[in-house]
DNA sequence: GTTGAGCGTT
């Protein structure tokens, strides 16, 4: 972690040890940018630790070799492990490195989160001094809501990601002789869980949906579209979105995604309710992603999220899962848990809502479409459906009619998909079996379908 | 006594 260079953490110390005895101490070695005595928050009595941030991190190599008494104590000096490092045990001794903060970090945003502010700075001031590197469209200092006292820390938004990068080369920044830390601001209002509950519920959140889907692979994109809501941050509170993380989503800005997700699938499950309204949100992505899902909920299916993720997610089944059927939606939605298991009821939701994309981007217009669209998917993924799909679809008729029965091939939607787990349509399936949906359930297997077509085509 | 703390409208 850049902000960790030149950073020493010092156990052992004395409780009579001061920050300006450690200041003066270290300050032998090299310029000495800050020093920090931790101590009990509530009874404020010293933990016995602090931490000594040198200007020049080669510092520290000589530093690390000496020993140390302060204050008639021995103490430790070791390399400060980042907060990150600490909660993931990474224990190694390198401190740079697992780091993604910065450039070439895959996560980015627009706000900084800027600490150690002096108490008579102004907001002009700190505008003028970060100006410098990109447009800045947002200031903010933190005042104490009942002694208007300053806090000492602030906000500053830009207008591009770019800005944020540029200003977190570096941790420390100098405002006219002061100090500032600067850090990626944390997600204010990321919670990870009551996403689905929230976004189902407004179908006002469409819009956030939206602009989740669009981000899906691309982490760039998203914070300008979830504006003041999402921001990520490498730090800690990642740990919030555990499963994500873990599951292969792996990069960071995936793991933060679920609670995008959440955000996301909300807008959604709108559409599901649409029902009418296909609309489409979904996209393309769709057709390969979710078939492989929805055919192997349980084991190897998994790393091929991973893969997908990125698209497949947005769109996928969330927000579907949310109007349909409602347990298995909602499960998903709920999130990290519901994953892998919930996985398969989400993503049945998952056709559904492609139908309805499929629906749009296609013919749109079209009932036949539709039609088509649901014998379709079934046909493609199942053998006998194949041929029923193709007729559905020229006919674009019986829409929901025909092409269910087709594309299950069998009257029973529910069980007939189940029997092929392996297929993508099989979980088409079962979301039909949800029931209301069904008709929904033929447009995802149309979606399908039609993507093929349209490609076809074209 | 050995790995931190501050995160939001003004």
Redesign the pocket.
Known sequence: MDS?QG?L?I??I??ETSEEKLKEYFGHYGEVLET?V?RD?ITGRP???G?VVFADPEVLDTVLQDKHTIDG?T??A??????EE?QTSARSGNVNTSRNSGSGGAIRTK?I?V??LPPNLTEDGFRQYFEAYGLVT?V??????NT?RP???G?I?FDTEDAVDRVLQKTFHDLNGKQV?V?R??P?DANPGGLSRTGSGGAGSGGGGYGYGASGGNPSSYDSRMD?KM?M?PQSTAGGFPPYGSSGYGTPGYGYGPANNGVGYGGYGSYGGAGTGYGGPAAAAYGNPNAGYAGGPPGAPRSSWGAQAPSGYGTMGYGNAGPWGAGAGSGAGSGPTGQSPTGAAGYGSQGYGYGGYGGNDGSYGNAAGYGAVGGRSGGTPNNNVGSGGGELQGNGGGYMGSGYSDANGNPGYGNSWRSDPSQASGNYGTSQANGPHGGQVGYGGGYGGTQGRQAQQQ
């Open positions: 960790d950073k953490f156990g052992g004395s409780w920090v931790m928050k933990r016995g630790f931490f104590r103490v430790e070791k390399r400060a492990l980042s907060r600490q706000k989160f600490g150690g947002d903010v200092i933190m005042y104490d809501q208007q806090r000492g820390f906000f938004s830390e850090k601001a944390l204010k003041s921001y941050q």
